[in-house]
């Protein structure tokens, strides 16, 4: 390039040394020979070259790394824009331009620029992006509901889920004040009214529409000066809770139902070893009080004398969560009326004449906490039965001349074998009395309804002879079909009392015919004697008997009840003594 044309790109820029100091951006200008003309003061700064002096010296000295982009710029005439370079501690974007003067290139100027600080704010703002991105997925994959409100109560935001709980689209409350959802009954009430009203998180029961009941509760956000900005709302259903609570329910009571099925059952066979029952009548029985002896409820035993009344109500006491406390016993029947009340309650000190001298104690202290059991309950004086429904109903007695109340815990089984129904109806017993006795009924059948359970009866019984008296005897089958065959009014006590006096009275130990009470004989309908062996008088009466319950009863099923056997034993019965033809049931 000519000289007089560089003197003109140099005269051309002199004026403009200081005015190019001023500016922001970095200036470089080389001439077409590659020296510098301009390095401003800011492209000093820039490069570190604030202490150097290059304007004059070839620019592939100065920067070596710059040079083949602004020789390549001299040769080709072709810009670079937006050249980004990194250079120790910063990031600079250059435009690279030549310079014409006369249709040839004179030199190339580069203007550049510090952008370190915009990519440090860009990073932060990827950084801010990116976090709105996962907050605004974890917004809208919430499982709880979330509705956001500003600090004027103005609806901002409204996630899927909400959506989804209320049946509301956010479009209709979007952009919307509180103030006035509620006012067009959209909500019955609003927990951000609440919220912006005491400043504080509050937890309502919100109905959406009249038809939606959730659960809302409502979080203030400050801002830096302390004032609500926002209010958070996360919104439950509580439809779905209450399915679950629901379901919980269910399966705590089925579990309850199970254990206290398992309990029964353990109950029920543990009373197995202390009675016999093989009769389905007596199973029912059996089962009834297994399940009352778990609650403190009265029980009224009914039956015949001799069915044993006695033995099922301390098996009911000792099934209970009473068994560790005591069983008192009071046979009404047997207690003068004259001695009743002090008996049952006692007497204070001094009470009446002959009394002891430091008072005593009645049946019912001596029972606290444990179980009174009443026999014969049916023989109580109505004055007795008044004392005693208080003492059922509140828990409470008087003693005999004494003013204050004692307390009591017990529980009251009564038994009776008279027909109590027919007693209040001819005033001999208070009906009041009777309803509250009468809480949980147990009948307990004769003996002579529920046959199949003799020659279990008769084993234990005597085993029990065995063992107390050091007995060694077994019945005869003809014995067996004997004592089944007979009607036994006065029930298990009389078997009881008839088995003792064979194994005592019997020769050897096999208990024969021989050995049989004389009323046992008779009752097999003489037919021992009009010469028939004891097994065909047996046979003989028990046809006698079923074919009597066929002819009284109109269904197999209720002819079996009476005779206290199942209706698939009185079927094969009939079968055996050839009575089909007389059964004209249905």
């Known amino acids: 390039m000519p000289p007089n044309q ?26 077409a020979e590659g020296k510098v003309l301009i390095f401003n003061q800011a492209a000093r700064a820039m490069l570190g070259r604030l202490n150097d002096h290059p304007v004059g010296r070839p620019f592939k000295e100065v920067s070596p790394e710059a040079w083949p982009d602004m020789h390549k710029i001299l040769a080709g005439g072709q810009p670079q824009i937006g050249r980004r370079l990194k250079l120790v501690g910063a990031t600079i974007v250059a435009n690279r331009n030549p310079i014409v003067l006369d249709g040839k290139i004179a030199g190339v100027i580069s203007v550049f620029q510090d952008i370190s600080n915009y990519e440090a704010l860009i990073s932060e703002l990827r950084g801010y992006k990116e976090l709105h991105r996962e907050l605004e997925a974890i917004f809208e994959t919430s499982h709880d509901g979330l509705y956001i409100t500003d600090g004027n109560a103005v609806t901002v935001r409204v996630n899927s889920a909400y959506e989804k709980i209320t049946g509301l689209k956010r479009e209709a409350v979007l952009r919307r004040n509180m103030r006035d959802l509620v006012r067009e009954k959209v909500f019955d009430h609003s927990v951000t009214l609440d919220v912006l009203k005491k400043g504080r998180s509050v937890t309502i029961m919100q ?12 979080t203030p956000v400050l801002d830096d000066e302390g004032k609500v900005a926002l209010v ?11 399915q679950l609570r629901g379901q919980l329910e269910q ?35 059996l089962a009834k009080a297994v399940k009352v002896a778990a609650v403190d409820a009265v029980v009224l035993i009914t039956g015949e004398s001799g069915v044993g009344k006695s033995l099922f109500a301390r098996t009911i006491h000792q099934m209970s969560s009473r068994r560790g406390r005591p069983l008192v016993k009071i046979n009404c029947g ?41 026999d014969e309950v049916a023989e109580l004086t109505p004055a007795m039965q008044v004392k005693l429904l208080q003492v059922i109903e509140e828990h409470i007695f008087t003693r005999v001349g004494d003013t204050v109340p004692t307390e009591v815990d017990v529980r009251v089984i009564a038994a009776t074998n008279r027909d109590l129904k027919r007693e209040v109806a001819q ?20 003996l002579r309804q529920r046959r199949e359970d003799i020659p279990l009866l008769c084993m234990r019984f005597l085993e029990r002879f065995q063992q107390s008296q050091g007995l ?9 079909d004997a004592l089944m065959g007979y009607g036994f009014p006065g029930n298990v006590r009389e078997l009881m009392n008839v088995l003792e006096r064979m194994a005592i009275m019997s020769e050897g130990e096999v208990i024969g015919a021989a050995d049989l009470p004389a009323e046992l004989r008779q009752g097999a309908g003489g037919a021992l004697a009009s010469g028939l062996g004891l097994k065909e008088s047996v046979e003989a009466s028990e046809a006698s008997i079923i074919q ?27 079968v055996r003594y050839g009575l089909r033809d007389h059964a004209q049931l249905h």
Request: hydrophobic content about 45%.
């Open 6 to 31: 560089t003197h003109s790109l140099d005269s051309l820029l002199a004026p403009l040394g200081p005015l190019l100091d001023a500016t922001h951006n970095g200036v470089v200008i080389i001439d």
């Open 207 to 218: 109905n959406i529409r009249g038809a939606k009941l959730v659960m809302v509760t409502g």
């Open 232 to 242: 958070v709302t996360n919104v439950r259903d509580m439809t779905s809770l209450n």
């Open 251 to 285: 399966t705590r009571l089925l579990s309850s139902r199970y254990y206290q099925s398992l309990i029964e059952q353990e109950q029920y066979e543990a009373a197995l070893t202390d009675m016999v029952v093989k009769s389905s009548a007596m199973e029912r029985v």
């Open 334 to 374: 047997a207690i003068p009326a004259s001695l009743m009340e002090s008996e049952l309650f006692g007497y204070k000190k001094g009470a009446f004449t002959g009394a002891d001298p430091a008072g005593k104690a009645g049946l019912m202290e001596a029972a606290n906490q444990g179980t009174v059991f009443l």
């Open 427 to 446: 005033g001999r017993f208070r009906q009041d009395f009777f309803y509250r006795l009468n809480v949980v009924p147990i009948e307990i059948p004769p």
């Open 472 to 480: 060694k005897k077994r019945l005869a089958p003809e014995v067996v």
């Open 548 to 574: 009597s319950a066929l002819e009284n009863h109109q269904t197999l099923a209720k002819a079996a009840k009476a005779l206290g056997i199942h209706p698939t034993t009185l079927w094969r019965k009939m």
